[in-house]
């Protein structure tokens, strides 16, 4: 009887555990639709391709949006919107806000600078703004950027 009562106390652990980590991913791939939904209202002022026109905030995930590609967890690790015709003033700190997000590529549109300067949280190791209407210099690696490879 003592065995048995071990066993479900384990279970019940075991359930309890798994239901805090279904939370925790959902909350931060929620995380991540509120910042790529920031980006989108805040940086991108015209999208005459539409290819951000799935991205909403009523979805539950963006792994299925245009451009975005998640690691196994759910999370944002790739955004590419190279060469995708968005017109407006680039403010990084939404997209760099999501803690999974490696890889940004934005090379081929019509951003002017906004705000550039990234937290020293960054996690990018890739960053492609070229191509764009940017008038004055990015800030360097050591400027802003900490662990990127490729600027």
């Known amino acids: 009887m003592k065995r048995l009562w071990r066993l479900q106390v384990l279970q019940h652990g075991i359930f309890t555990l798994f239901l805090l980590l279904l939370v925790l991913t959902w909350t931060q791939a929620n995380d991540d639709v509120l910042m790529l939904m920031?980006?989108?209202?805040f940086s991108v002022t015209s999208d005459p391709h539409a290819v951000l026109v799935n991205w909403t905030d009523t979805s539950s995930s963006p792994c299925s949006w245009h451009g975005v590609t998640c690691s196994l967890d759910?999370?944002?690790?790739?955004?590419?919107?190279?060469?995708?015709?968005?017109?407006?003033?680039?403010?990084?700190?939404?997209?760099?806000?999501?803690?999974?997000?490696?890889?940004?590529?934005?090379?081929?549109?019509?951003?002017?600078a906004g705000d550039l300067f990234a937290s020293s949280s960054c996690m990018l190791d890739t960053l492609d703004l070229?191509?764009?209407?940017?008038?004055?210099?990015?800030?360097?690696?050591?400027?802003?950027?900490?662990?990127?490879?490729?600027?």
């Open 74 to 112: 759910g999370r944002v690790s790739t955004l590419d919107l190279s060469y995708a015709g968005l017109v407006g003033s680039l403010h990084l700190p939404n997209l760099i806000a999501m803690s999974a997000l490696c890889r940004l590529y934005l090379q081929g549109n019509s951003f002017s």
């Open 38 to 41: 920031a980006f989108k209202k």
């Open 130 to 151: 070229s191509s764009n209407n940017f008038s004055n210099p990015l800030p360097g690696p050591g400027q802003s950027f900490f662990m990127l490879r490729v600027l």
